[in-house]
């Protein structure tokens, strides 16, 4: 065993960085959290059985432990007597730094046990149903933790992989169901009509409804539209199921300017989802036209962590499956998306 002079000069020296960032220096040091643990029991019970029972281990178990750490420190902490065990100089001076070390480690556990922090969920975009679903849970339980983010940016696969790599707990995509990678599962629990959108001057504008076969032919801008994002593999399949024509050329000035063009024109027209909130000026009187024969849904896949039991993803996953409508209208929705 090496001298208290060593300790004070160079262990404990490390060990008052503790006070700002012990879990740092313990991990650092590569310190046997159970060790410290034995420590500060032997320490606290003055007796290696009675710290043992409280441990749930061997008085064995304790020994070595203790054994093990005082080797990786170079002191010795305690002194063994015919009546327990007292801490050495070593000792004393070092156990208030190993309970610093263990409370750091109890709040660290703590800050990522389900339900202690917030559950993150990408909406993708904040006015699409996603959001809207996610609103209205939060409308019936207010007092649920969550933040709701938007990964516009990411394809339907990086935001599977955030999920996976625990940026977010849940994202609602229609991912092929070739693209779900191990530990991600896919719940089909949200899926969106979607309604023809036009000016007053478009043909269509003064129908009931229309089917999708009904607007080929016709001009269907949807502005945005990213190679290799899953709405554009969606608009894809949906073009070719139907006969349509579906562009996003021409730069995308956001919804506002999309208002813009529709209400002055007669000829084009655009799709959202029946609960995406848009919003214009009266005057440009807008038509939202519903989808039949079959409506067309787009698939908002809900994917999560496998085994994630955060206790507000519970209670959002088990809200959703109740919201969900149950629709005797003939449907379509493209074939490749996970289920």
């Not at 190993?98 to 006015?127: C, F, I, S, Y």
Request: proline residues 7%.
């Amino acid at each position: 065993m090496q001298s208290s002079q060593h300790l004070r000069e160079g262990a404990i020296k490390q060990l008052r960085h503790t006070r700002e960032q012990p879990l740092v220096v313990a991990v650092e040091w590569g310190v046997d959290v159970e060790a410290l643990r034995t420590f500060v029991a032997v320490a606290e019970a003055g007796q290696f059985q009675a710290a043992a029972d409280e441990l749930g281990i061997s008085q064995q178990a304790a020994s070595k432990r203790i054994a093990v750490l005082e080797k990786s420190l170079g002191v010795a902490l305690l002194v063994r007597t015919s009546r327990g065990s007292r801490l050495s100089l070593d000792g004393q001076v070092f156990l208030p730094y190993a309970k610093k070390v263990l409370t750091a480690v109890e709040q660290a556990e703590q800050a990522v046990r389900p339900g202690v922090r917030p559950l993150r969920v990408d909406v993708l975009n904040r006015r699409i149903a996603p959001a809207q679903a996610v609103y209205r849970f939060y409308r019936s339980r207010p007092e649920a933790d969550l933040d709701a983010v938007t990964l516009a940016e990411e394809n339907a696969e990086q935001a599977a992989r955030a999920v996976l790599e625990g940026t977010i707990d849940a994202s609602f995509r229609a991912l092929p169901a070739d693209q779900v990678p191990a530990g991600i599962s896919a719940e089909r629990l949200l899926d969106s009509p979607l309604e023809l959108l036009v000016g007053p001057s478009h043909p269509l504008a003064g129908t009931a409804w229309v089917r999708p076969t009904d607007l080929a032919g016709h001009r269907i801008w949807i502005p945005g539209i990213r190679p290799g994002t899953e709405w554009a593999q969606f608009y894809r399949s949906l073009s070719q199921a139907f006969g349509l024509s579906i562009d996003a050329l021409g730069p995308n000035f956001g919804d506002e300017a999309l208002m813009d063009a529709l209400a002055d024109s007669a000829s084009l027209a655009t799709l959202v989802g029946s609960e995406d909130r848009y919003l214009w000026p009266q005057s440009y009187y807008l038509r939202r036209i519903p989808l039949r024969k079959p409506t067309p849904l787009y698939p908002h896949v809900l994917l999560t962590r496998t085994g994630d039991q955060h206790p507000v993803l519970t209670a959002l996953r088990d809200h959703l499956r109740a919201a969900r409508p149950r629709t005797t209208d003939d449907v379509w929705v493209p074939d490749w998306v996970a289920h």
